[in-house]
């Protein structure tokens, strides 16, 4: 009586909830994307934080952004089969897998695969090729590895490296069909003292100790007797279900006491079903696929069933009809393992839902929704459309609905029936349409829509397009003027423009009304112009345009106020524009800036500080407080731009869009939901074409050819429910962080020897988090030829060779030196011989000449004689001291030419003139011994000399050189010149001096210029 009633209690009526918005939004991983096969078996997520897919062609290693397929080949080092069942890994981190053809196991650290064949059932020996296929696979708490084939049921033997059959389930071969452990159909006892196992002849479980079965032979209770199991499933409560495809319904059973705990009947809703897999959420949603192609998800809380189905059309809705496997994430995230690819879905963080409105509304086909807005009475909503003019009352919790053809509208009094809707308020809890050719309400009780009337004072012709209620005063627009309607007093007031135009010559008009936070009415009047009334109901212009060339190109198309009463207004062309009531400031925000279009019908603030606006299927949300834009895409109507969206804010602080025919309701709160934070995963590094796995060692050893890298990486985090991307850094190469592109990798080309360190973080899109940091050493060897050793070797030798090339080049530099000095002391001996030549020659000619002069000047003057006498002595005298030296210093040689000048004017008297000019700072100054005197006695030589025509000889400083200059009226014949005296005197110079000596003869003078040493 107990046990019935217990179970009475556990029975619950289980009805399918109607179709209102569905939270299941189903993001998906196909062939496309690089998997292997879109046919999924199983899924494991492994110690390293790796999640391996196992196909029907194929094994998948994936990372979070790219897939590493493993693939039967030919040689010796590769997976036995390409059908993967099952996947588990072992307590050493090897990865199990169970195939068509037998066992395979994957050391992820050597690359290395091993292989084993399954053993033949003692009860089917014959059936060899058959029984090879194992389609579950464990490893139990103790580490041992378990695995059923289609008639065994296996353990590994690591002493002997080989599975072994345990004893059979089933009593005989004939009976092997009904005790085939079914795929998903074995589960370790929490105990861990035995194992639970899923059979067309009811649930088995075999006891590690004793070896025993216990099972429907040997236990007569509910448990046991009479089902046909399938689809053995343990939560992460502890909680154990199974489906029995004979009652059509899914029990949840105490492994502890072998008691059902909870039964759920699908015969109603899924009267076709066939178990093959279970799965229970966090959220304590049973996930359920049947081989009828049917999947349902029951909410364990309320019984509700949902049932899921693949839309063609629809690709938000879930891949395939059916899956094999299902695995849950830290974050919520629910990974599907399809018969078309893996389909992924967060609802409880999803950022929205959808309602597919054409679904239940078939005649809005061709046409779109433009229009939304919530009823404050009860919270459902209004919808408008754009084309064929429709009202629909639509109540989000029951999925009813009400629709108004506007067709079917009351006229007015001018014959009109409504146009497409600007905006719609609530008049006494009434829906009022504020259309071009007038306002109309909706009576919801009589289904009619009628024409909206305030009062009979306000003018008949008075078209009201917009309006505004305030503590019931109406303020009434036709696009052109306002009134002012007094409820209480009936009273009707016009308000006029002060001035025809607005100050840029723009007509003036009235768009839609705001109340502000400070009660002010604002509208939008035109392009660049919003306007409010001030307390004398006087219409206040204020221009928003601070760059005209630009801003010119839209118009506002929408106004709303956030909580801290600043302005947000759509801007169709331009893009989002806020303006600050309290200081008239603005500021406006474009595609450059981050929106993600210029194009914007409408934009919305949540409770959040946030700014969402919406252009066709995509949407931004603007953080003022970042500057940032969070921008994304949803994947509806995307061939079709022939609509306008509607974006509203809900009471709840949800914001409902419209895309064409579909509504989107966001939550905004899970904008700054994080996820649990992981580190990034770097997948492997591609070095010149060759696939390197990175898994527990971080570091990368690299030979010097090896300079080419692709980086790879990822993170299991869902990137649609978290949306983020990665940022990486080479030190060394990378002075900034780079953010990465869809491929999410790294490449790097001809990088030089060395130690780099590569840094990847991941960062959040909207900037509400940021992943610990992944680092990775990578060393690139130096070639030999590049090393140390190998250029201090080079340095060695060539220094050696070097050091020889300089000893033989210095011997044969002191050799040839040794030859110059003596070509040049050669040289030198010959200038000073022959310029000592040129200095004896004074002695014959000079004194022949001086003693005939001193003669006369004895018999005529013998005191000049006297005088004469001295000179020509201290002539010979100098001559004498100084033949032994290459230099002496210019005043020795200024004396000593004024002595031998003053020989010479005694001789010519006046028809011999020699001015010397030459400064004090220059007489420590050395030149060649008898320059001056050669370079005069040449001048005499070569030149007449007469009273008449006088010789004038000029010796002055010049740039450092001595110049000695001379007028030039030259003798026909020169008797005693032998042309030596100034090639000596430049041949020795050459030697002395670095300037050479500078002769220059010109028609009327003779120059020579001596450098002074």
Not at 124 to 153: E, F, H, K, L, Q
Not at 223 to 247: C, E, I, M
Not at 703 to 716: A, C, H, Q, R, T
């Amino acid at each position: 009586m107990v046990r019935n009633l217990l179970f009475a209690c556990l029975f619950l009526s289980v009805t399918s909830a109607p179709g209102q918005g569905s939270p299941f939004i189903f993001h998906h991983l196909k062939e496309k994307d690089g998997l292997s096969n879109n046919s999924i078996n199983c899924f494991l997520k492994d110690s390293r934080g790796i999640l391996w897919v196992g196909t029907v062609d194929g094994l998948n290693r994936f990372d979070g952004s790219h897939f590493y397929i493993f693939k039967k080949k030919k040689q010796a080092n590769s997976i036995i089969n390409n059908v993967i069942h099952s996947l588990c890994e072992d307590k050493q981190r090897n990865i199990w897998g169970a195939t068509d053809n037998g066992i395979f196991c994957y050391n992820p650290e050597t690359n290395v695969f091993k292989n084993y064949l399954s053993p033949n059932s003692r009860l089917a020996p014959s059936t060899s090729n058959i029984a090879r296929a194992v389609y579950n696979i464990m490893c139990d708490s103790r580490g041992n590895i378990w695995a059923t084939g289609i008639w065994t049921v296996l353990k590994f033997n690591s002493s002997k490296d080989v599975f072994e059959e345990n004893e059979p389930l089933a009593p005989s071969s004939d009976s092997l069909y009904y005790y085939e452990v079914r795929k998903n159909g074995i589960i370790e006892d929490p105990s861990g003292d035995g194992l639970w196992l899923a059979t067309r002849r009811g649930i088995h479980f075999y006891n590690f100790k004793t070896r025993q079965v216990l099972n429907f032979k040997n236990h007569r209770d509910t448990l046991f007797t009479g089902r046909r199991v399938a689809a053995l499933y343990k939560s992460a409560s502890g909680q154990f279900w199974f489906f029995d495809n004979n009652a059509k319904q899914i029990f949840g059973f105490d492994p502890a006491t072998r008691t059902i705990t909870r039964r759920i009947d699908m015969a109603a809703a899924m009267p076709d079903a066939i178990g093959a897999t279970l799965f229970e959420d966090s959220e304590h949603r049973l996930w359920f696929s049947s081989w009828s192609a049917e999947i349902a998800v029951v909410d364990l809380h309320t019984n509700n069933i949902t049932r899921l189905k693949n839309d063609k059309n629809d690709p938000l809705s879930i891949a395939g009809d059916f899956f094999w496997c299902a695995a849950e994430d830290k974050d919520g995230t629910l990974w599907l393992g399809t018969l078309s690819g893996i389909s992924k879905c967060n609802a409880s963080k999803s950022l929205y839902k959808i309602y597919r409105m054409e679904e239940k509304l078939p005649f809005l086909k061709g046409n779109s929704i433009r229009l939304m807005v919530e009823d404050p009475t009860d919270k459902s909503w209004w919808l408008v459309t754009r084309n064929t003019l429709f009202a629909i009352h639509y109540f989000p919790e029951s999925g009813k609905h009400d629709v108004y053809d506007f067709q079917l509208a009351e006229k007015d009094i001018r014959g009109a029936l409504p146009a497409p809707v600007f905006k719609i308020r609530f008049i006494n809890n009434k829906p009022v349409l504020c259309t071009h050719t007038g306002a109309w309400q909706i009576e919801a009780t009589t289904h009619k829509i009628i024409p909206f009337t305030l009062s009979r004072s306000i003018d008949a012709d008075f078209v009201i397009r917009g309006m505004v209620e305030q503590n019931g005063i109406y303020y009434l627009s036709d696009g052109k003027e306002i009134i002012k309607y007094d409820s209480f007093k009936d009273k009707v007031d016009r308000i006029k423009y002060p001035y025809e135009k607005l100050k840029d010559g723009q007509p003036h008009g009235i768009g839609e009304f705001l109340i502000a936070k400070d009660n002010k009415i604002w509208f939008s009047m035109a392009i660049g112009w919003l306007g409010y009334l001030d307390e004398k109901n006087e219409i206040i212009p204020i221009y928003t345009i601070t760059n005209k060339d630009e801003e010119m190109n839209g118009y506002f198309t929408s106004i709303a106020a956030d909580k801290k009463g600043k302005f947000w207004l759509a801007n169709r062309g331009i893009g989002l524009y806020s303006v600050d009531p309290s200081n008239r400031s603005t500021k406006y925000w474009t595609e450059a800036d981050g929106l993600i279009h210029n194009i914007i019908d409408v934009a919305v603030p949540d409770d959040f500080g946030n700014v969402w606006c919406v252009a066709y299927n995509k949407f931004s949300v603007f953080t003022p407080s970042l500057g940032s834009f969070y921008n994304f895409t949803l994947p509806l109507s995307e061939a079709n731009l022939t609509y306008d969206n509607g974006l509203t804010r809900l009471s709840n602080g949800n914001i409902l869009a419209s895309v064409q025919n579909d509504l989107v309701e966001f939550y905004p709160e899970r904008l700054s939901v994080r996820p649990n934070i992981i580190k990034p995963f770097i997948g492997s590094i591609n070095i010149a074409g060759k696939e390197k796995f990175i898994d527990s060692n971080n570091s990368v050893l690299l030979d010097p050819e090896e300079k080419f890298l692709s980086i790879k990486f990822g993170m299991l985090t869902d990137n649609e429910t978290f949306p983020y991307s990665f940022e990486y850094k080479l030190e060394g190469i990378d002075e900034n962080w780079v953010t990465t592109g869809v491929s999410n990798q790294a490449i790097y080309n001809k990088l030089p020897a060395g130690k780099y360190t590569f840094h990847l973080i991941a960062r959040a899109k909207n900037g509400a988090w940021q992943s610990p940091e992944t680092t990775m050493k990578i060393k690139i060897r130096t070639a030999f030829f590049k090393s140390a050793w190998f250029y201090t070797l080079i340095i060695v030798i060539v220094s050696v060779l070097l050091l020889l090339f300089y000893r033989f080049r210095i011997n044969k530099q002191r050799q040839l030196h040794a030859l110059t000095n003596k070509a040049q002391l050669l040289e030198k001996e010959k200038t000073l011989v022959m310029y000592e030549s040129l200095k004896q020659q004074l002695n014959p000619h000079f004194l022949f000449n001086s003693l005939t002069s001193l003669n006369s000047l004895i018999e005529t003057e013998p005191k000049a004689a006297s005088v004469f006498l001295d000179s020509l002595s201290k002539t010979y005298r100098y001559v004498l001291k100084s033949r032994d030296n290459e230099t002496v210093p210019l005043i020795d040689e200024i004396k000593f030419a004024e002595n031998y000048v003053k020989l010479q004017t005694t001789r010519f008297e006046k028809g011999f003139i020699v001015n010397m000019s030459i400064p004090e700072e220059f007489y420590h100054r050395k030149i060649v011994p008898v320059a001056l005197q050669n370079m005069i006695e040449n001048a005499i030589k070569h030149n007449i000399i007469d009273e008449d025509s006088p010789l004038q000889v000029d010796i002055f400083i010049k740039n450092d050189y001595v110049v000695v200059q001379n007028n030039l009226q030259k003798k026909k014949f020169v008797e005693t010149s032998n042309k030596h005296g100034l090639v000596s005197m430049e041949s020795l110079y050459r030697y002395l001096s670095n300037r050479p000596v500078e002769i220059d003869e010109s028609n009327n003078f003779f120059t020579v210029k001596i450098p002074l040493l």
